[in-house]
């Protein structure tokens, strides 16, 4: 069984802001793989589809970003998915915007959703899919992540985000995941 974890936040307030990246790709597969979302005990919303016979569970947190581990630790443990089994798709802030990329482990880079899903998984070893939203030039952090794409942001996040459904749809469909990094890096 496989793990797809958008990150984001949870609201109307939220929707189609830079932190949401993850929720809007996760959403964007759904729809390709024709799954949907329902309200789960374990503090997510879950998608479970089975793509050439193995499944597939999509899950968006519903505990704010900062607290995402809080869902994801209880569901792999409840469902019994290996670490290895788990990508997290996330925000970047020092990635250009638009660019993907791919990673097998790693630190959670100053990012407290990841921070959150590594303190409660217990480990760092889970494959990650960045995607980049750029530094604010002009304005805090926080204002930035939580705004909306401008008109001339959008196409860029729109190709960051069919470059992400096409990587891990090569993922789910058998791919070694050093394969794809190399395909869509």
């Known amino acids: ?8 936040n949870i609201g109307q307030k ?4 830079r932190h949401n990246v993850g929720f809007m790709i996760v959403d964007k597969l ?3 793989l024709n799954a949907t979302f329902q ?3 374990f503090e997510a919303e879950v998608a479970t589809v089975f793509k050439d016979g193995e499944k597939v569970m999509l899950v968006k947190p519903s505990t704010y970003m900062n607290e ?18 788990l990508l997290v798709i996330h925000d970047d802030l020092d990635l250009p915007l638009g660019k993907v990329r791919l990673k097998q482990k790693g630190s959670a880079g100053g990012h407290n959703g990841i921070k959150s899903i590594i303190a409660h998984v217990g480990d760092q070893k889970f494959k990650r899919a960045k995607v980049g939203i750029d530094h604010p030039q002009k304005m ?10 401008s008109a001339t942001e959008k196409p860029h996040f729109e190709d960051a985000e069919t470059t992400a459904v096409a990587a891990v749809s090569a993922w789910l469909a058998g791919d070694d995941f050093a394969a794809v ?5």
Do not use: C, H, W
């Open 181 to 185: 990094m190399n395909q869509y890096n």
């Open 68 to 85: 995402s581990g809080r869902a994801v630790g209880p569901l792999m443990a409840y469902y019994d998915v290996d670490l290895s089994d």
């Open 14 to 17: 939220y929707a189609g802001t």
């Open 30 to 32: 759904a729809e390709q």
């Open 1 to 8: 069984m496989k793990m797809i974890v958008g990150l984001g």
């Open 140 to 149: 805090s952090v926080v204002n930035y992540v939580l705004g909306q794409f």
């Open 39 to 41: 309200t789960s005990k």
